[in-house]
């Protein structure tokens, strides 16, 4: 049974992850992803120092809305997004008395879709941005939330719909 650990926004859950061969689990982080990369290579240059004997895995979390077309999902998915991310805003320092950074910039849908975690547009566009973002931080699970923002069931299940049909075969 595969135990992971959530983390990487702090060097102890590197660590700890690292020192039990744990494998990490990276957040949805309201940033952009790169800021992840020295983490995951800190991870792993310390899960090998542990002499553990199996590769470890990473996994990364995404804020996805596929829709037959980019303008469809972008002009659906912005103001539920936004509405997301206000929730998130207020919640997470309630539970973090010390927030990361970009939790306290103002939304930006524009900047959180083209390098941040968001990965919404057409088929196609969610396979090459969630391709090259998992490749960036060698992220072998990639977990997919798609019931953001309070979206209708019908929507929900066309995109569940589309991810099996066209996002899931030409993924790598």
């Known amino acids: 049974m595969p135990i992971w650990i959530g983390g ?25 992803p790169a800021m992840f990369a020295p983490i995951v290579e800190q991870y792993r240059e310390r899960y090998a120092s542990y002499g553990h004997s199996r590769t470890p895995r990473i996994g990364a ?3 996805v809305n596929v829709a037959e077309t980019s303008q469809g999902a972008r002009a659906r998915w912005e103001p539920r997004y936004r509405a997301y991310f ?7 320092p309630r539970v ?3 927030p990361p950074p ?3 910039k ?3 849908f524009e900047l959180l879709t083209t390098k941040g975690p968001a990965l919404v547009g057409s088929p196609a566009e969610v396979v090459e941005r969630l391709a ?3 490749e960036m931080l060698h992220a072998d699970t990639n977990l997919l939330y ?8 019908h929507e929900f299940l066309e995109m569940v719909e589309l991810i099996g049909a066209e996002v899931l075969p030409r993924l790598p």
Request: charged share 15%.
């Open 132 to 134: 090259t973002s998992a």
């Open 86 to 92: 206000e929730l998130m805003a207020e919640i997470i």
């Open 106 to 108: 103002p939304f930006n």
């Open 102 to 104: 970009f939790i306290k």
């Open 96 to 98: 973090n008395p010390d």
């Open 146 to 153: 798609l019931d953001m923002g309070g979206q209708p069931q």
């Open 8 to 32: 990487g926004a702090s060097p102890s859950s590197l660590e700890l992850a690292a020192r039990l061969g744990l494998d990490l689990m990276l957040p949805s982080a309201f940033g952009n």
């Open 61 to 63: 979390c995404w804020h």
